[in-house]
């Protein structure tokens, strides 16, 4: 069974930056997809960095230009977010796709609040 751990979230005034880490039980790079995606209250689920493949990589368009996401060689994913912002606010999952028996991973989510 693979395992997703998310870290790193916290309080962050707006304008500052968090680095969130996800450290899988297997390697990041085997999956079809595997990226980050947040849930703020009353809201659904929404996508907010993946990678697909080696290199094909999509950021949803309200933190583009201010997230980065990343993976090492191994096991661990990561999403640099700079100059937050209140909107930014939410728990946040990492995910990952296994496209040959069709199932999502998902961690138990890591809390990002913005606020002054």
């Known amino acids: 069974q693979v395992q997703l751990v998310e870290s790193g979230g916290g309080l962050v005034q707006p304008g500052g930056s968090l680095r969130l880490s996800c450290r899988a039980s297997?390697?990041?790079?085997?999956?079809?997809?595997v990226g980050w995606y947040r849930q703020a209250p009353g809201k659904q689920r929404e996508l907010v960095a993946r990678f697909a493949g080696r290199s094909d990589i999509k950021y949803d368009d309200s933190v583009a230009g201010r997230f980065t996401i990343s993976r090492d060689a191994r096991n661990t994913l990561y999403l640099q977010m700079n100059s937050l912002k209140p909107e930014d606010t939410a728990m946040y999952y990492c995910n990952a796709f296994n496209s040959y028996i069709q199932k999502n991973y998902w961690g138990q989510g890591t809390q990002v609040t913005v606020s002054s």
């Open positions: 297997v390697s990041v790079h085997g999956f079809a997809t």
